[in-house]
């Protein structure tokens, strides 16, 4: 029952995905292929809606619902980083499936993207086992 409020705001982000065919692989196909500025559009305001919301958080000192400040630290960056953004981008080029909305698409009935997501489990599985052993 304490978890139930993040459940119904996903099915509300994920009727939102659907009505806005964000989870369309056609949409991502297109944006993918540099054919639509469909998609760039919403991950271009979802970004300044994100740097926005930074700025007002800091700004302002807002806390969380319970009372407790919101902290940003900084992440150190490396190469690593590079390769993992490669491989999600085709991953997500091939399938038309990124990890948030791919709960979305199972929902709105997409059910071979069943497949995509036992991969991406496996995926993650794969790096939290080999993660000691990657390179820095």
């Given amino acids: 029952m304490k978890n139930l409020k993040y459940l119904l705001v996903g099915i509300v982000f994920g009727i939102i995905f659907v009505k806005a065919e964000i989870l369309s692989w ?12 469909f998609m760039y559009g919403v991950i271009g305001t979802a970004i300044i809606v994100g ?8 700004k302002f000192n807002i806390k969380t619902f319970s009372g407790d400040p919101i902290t940003f630290e900084p992440k150190e960056s490396n190469k690593g980083q590079i390769y ?3 491989i999600f981008g085709i991953g997500w ?10 709960y979305a698409q199972i929902g709105a009935g997409f059910i071979v993207v069943g497949v995509v997501y036992l991969s991406a489990v496996f995926g993650t599985w794969c ?8 390179p820095h």
Avoid: N
């Fill in 93 to 102: 080029a091939i399938t038309g499936a990124c990890p948030g909305p791919m």
């Fill in 26 to 37: 056609f949409r991502i196909y297109e944006m993918f292929r540099l054919q639509s500025f």
């Fill in 51 to 58: 740097i926005v919301s930074v700025f007002i958080i800091k």
């Fill in 84 to 86: 993992g953004g490669l």
């Fill in 127 to 134: 790096y939290g086992y080999f993660k000691d052993k990657l």
